[in-house]
């Protein structure tokens, strides 16, 4: 069932609501994802992206394991224990990342930060813990659209700090698509799916923003 992550772009038609949602609101677009995976920005920024997404994402258990004990229908449950098995490698990737790009960088106000960091954590961690069916599922699965460009910016600090990028394997696209398909066949479900998603995506355009004020930050001291 995993296969090596896959641009998902080619895909978008059929996503329905959700690849609309992604569009609209996921992070691919955001200026500051866009120039830490150009390599336009200095290594420090990286390494502090580095350091938060871990924090958002390298700890066990993770939203993808939360989301897991959640699941309904055999299709979502397949779909999600795939996922969770996946993520085991991309959280040691991230553990080998985080030693290799050295302390977080010095950051005028870093508390601030931190609370900013601990919130998104939490929020994330409601949301894969929810009950309410088709929500923690749509929330990994935002995060799984999520990883792709994330996953970019991970695979650049690898590079600039001497490590060999291997490749994710998260569920295919068209398996994750198939799960979309099947939640969104229950006008609730659909909506608890959108919703998990939704709030994923807000918390990710919040983590870029956060890095973009510490790198914004780090620049003028």
Do not use: N
């Not at 996946?86 to 977080?104: I, M, N, Q, S």
């Not at 010095?106 to 601990?118: D, F, K, V």
């Not at 995060?143 to 700090?161: G, K, M, Q, Y």
Request: charged fraction near 20%; aromatic fraction near 4%; include cysteine.
């Amino acid at each position: 069932m995993l296969v090596d992550t896959a641009p998902l772009e080619h895909l978008s038609g059929a996503w329905g609501p959700m690849g609309a949602l992604a569009g609209t609101d996921g992070s691919a677009r955001h200026p500051h994802l866009r120039a830490l995976r150009a390599a336009a920005l200095p290594r420090r920024d990286l390494a502090d992206a580095v350091h938060h997404i871990a924090r958002l994402h390298g700890r066990h258990p993770g939203l993808v394991d939360y989301a897991a004990g959640h699941g309904r229908h055999p299709i979502e449950c397949e779909w999600l224990e795939a996922a969770a098995d996946a993520f085991v490698a991309e959280r040691a990737y991230l553990v080998r990342l985080v030693a290799a790009v050295g302390p977080l960088p010095s950051t005028p106000g870093h508390a601030e930060s931190e609370a900013a960091a601990a919130a998104q954590r939490h929020a994330l961690d409601m949301l894969a813990q929810s009950d309410r069916a088709g929500c923690a599922t749509g929330a990994a699965i935002a995060l799984a659209i999520e990883w792709v460009a994330i996953r970019a910016v991970l695979d650049r600090a690898a590079t600039s700090f001497g490590i060999d990028p291997k490749p994710a394997s998260l569920p295919i696209p068209e398996e994750t698509v198939s799960v979309v398909d099947a939640l969104a066949r229950e006008a609730a479900h659909e909506r608890a799916m959108l919703f998990g998603a939704q709030q994923v995506f807000a918390q990710h355009r919040g983590l870029w923003d956060l890095l973009e004020a510490r790198a914004s930050a780090r620049s003028r001291g």
